[in-house]
T-cell receptor, first 107, second 111 residues
Framework: KNEVEQSPQNLTAQEGEFITINCSYS?????LHWLQQHPGGGIVSLFM???GKKKHGRLIATINIQEKHSSLHITASHPRDSAVYIC?????????FGTGTRLQVFP | DAGVTQSPTHLIKTRGQQVTLRCSPI?????VSWYQQVLGQGPQFIFQ???????GRGNFPDRFSARQFPNYSSELNVNALLLGDSALYLC??????????FGSGTRLTVV
């Protein structure tokens, strides 16, 4: 079993839909990152969380430390949101990554 | 400000050869870490360096080595390349242990 599990693996949405991506982890963490990866490989850090909730534009990230669970929400999704979203947890001296959620948003 | 810079962006090597990948962190960032991302999978941790000292190593063979220079730039070396080493190699820098900024990666193809 992977230490960081994401669901769903693939997600298709119509433009304007509300999207939720989930991340569960089984190790102790200092922080959790949500990352976005576009085709071609470059990774952009969206959020770093250690508790509570953060919001940036149409993106919202929450974390429940007791339940070892985090969610990334995208409100009013847009085709430019199409990408792979990766959850990564900071454990001791390293990041442990989930396998990612591939999101496609159609107009 | 320049972001994390990785070079080269792409390269092709033959099995058995050696390769060196380079990473320049964001100015002021003292920590550099390296990750391997095989197609279709999430990145896997290879090394972390902080203040020029190795702070962590992932489950990779001794063919993989790295170092960090006094200016905090870093090199990742891979010896005796195997086909399975074909991947995107990502470098990330941070001021300390958090707040990573990733580079665009080096795509290595071993033939």
């Amino acid at each position: 079993k992977n230490e960081v599990e994401q669901s769903p693996q693939n997600l298709t949405a119509q433009e304007g839909e509300f999207i939720t991506i989930n991340c569960s982890y089984s190790v102790g963490i200092s922080a959790l990152h949500w990352l976005q990866q576009h085709p071609g490989g470059g990774i952009v850090s969206l959020f770093m969380l250690s508790s509570g909730k953060k919001k940036h534009g149409r993106l919202i990230a929450t974390i429940n430390i007791q339940e070892k669970h985090s969610s990334l929400h995208i409100t009013a999704s847009h085709p430019r949101d199409s990408a792979v979203y990766i959850c990564a947890v900071y454990n001791t001296d390293k990041l442990i990554f989930g396998t990612g959620t591939r999101l496609q948003v159609f107009p | 400000d320049a972001g994390v810079t990785q070079s080269p962006t792409h390269l092709i090597k033959t099995r058995g050869q050696q390769v060196t990948l380079r990473c320049s962190p964001i100015s002021g960032h003292k920590s550099v870490s390296w990750y391997q991302q095989v197609l279709g999978q999430g990145p896997q941790f290879i090394f972390q360096y902080y203040e020029k000292e190795e702070r962590g190593r992932g489950n990779f063979p001794d063919r993989f080595s790295a170092r960090q220079f006094p200016n905090y730039s870093s090199e990742l070396n891979v010896n005796a390349l195997l086909l399975g080493d074909s991947a995107l190699y990502l470098c990330a820098s941070s001021p300390s242990y958090y707040g990573y900024t990733f580079g665009s990666g080096t795509r290595l193809t071993v033939v």
